[in-house]
């Protein structure tokens, strides 16, 4: 069986596991070191799925000592979205934390206006990923599913608010720094 044949195939079952043995709409945490993954790396992930008037807030504190940290959507094939065009992900160096030092990503498929808005990409259905990276900790989100014009409600009252000007120059950066990242 070819290389192709098996990636496709091992992410078709995670994608399977994850909706027959997962709830829909929460996170688990994972140490995959024991089974070939990178060492001090931590992983969170889990199923979404989402009506158009809906959102999801995903919510944790921050480890004090963490070298990389991150959350992306993925289809419901598990293909990263549209990365370029789209803030399908997010991570430390890019992720606005809230005045109390915590992250909160809205994940919908319409921009709520918040900095950390997670575009679903027109999916109605998908998974989560995030990882935190030689860290001091590993705290374990939360998920809480609103409406989707109700999101401000669960957030900060400090919480800015992104205008759609704002939103299409923070994605004309993701593309251009997509562009000179080196392919080499």
């Known amino acids: 069986m070819n290389y192709a044949r098996r990636v496709t195939e091992f992410f078709l079952i995670y994608m399977k596991n994850l909706r027959e043995n997962r709830t829909i709409n929460s996170i688990k945490t994972t140490a995959l ?3 070939n993954g990178i060492a001090k790396q931590v992983y969170f992930d889990g199923p979404w799925q989402l009506e158009e008037h809906e959102a ?3 919510e944790t504190a921050i480890p ?16 990263g979205i549209d990365p370029l065009n789209r803030q ?3 991570n430390g160096f890019q992720a606005e934390l809230d005045s109390d030092g915590k992250f909160r990503a809205i994940i919908a498929g319409s921009d709520p206006g918040v900095p950390n808005w997670l575009d679903t990409g027109n999916y109605g259905y998908g998974s989560m990923l995030g990882r935190w990276l030689d860290a001091d900790s590993s705290p374990q989100p939360s998920v809480r599913k609103v409406a989707l014009n109700e999101v401000r409600d669960y957030l900060p009252k400090d919480t800015p ?24």
Do not use: F, G, H, M
């Open 33 to 35: 070191w024991n089974s």
């Open 88 to 90: 399908t992900s997010l």
């Open 64 to 79: 004090e000592r963490c070298r990389y940290w991150n959350l992306q959507l993925a289809d419901p094939l598990s293909c």
């Open 56 to 58: 999801l807030i995903i």
């Open 161 to 184: 608010t992104v205008s759609a000007e704002e939103r299409d120059n923070r994605l004309r950066a993701r593309r251009k720094a997509a562009q000179l990242r080196r392919r080499w």
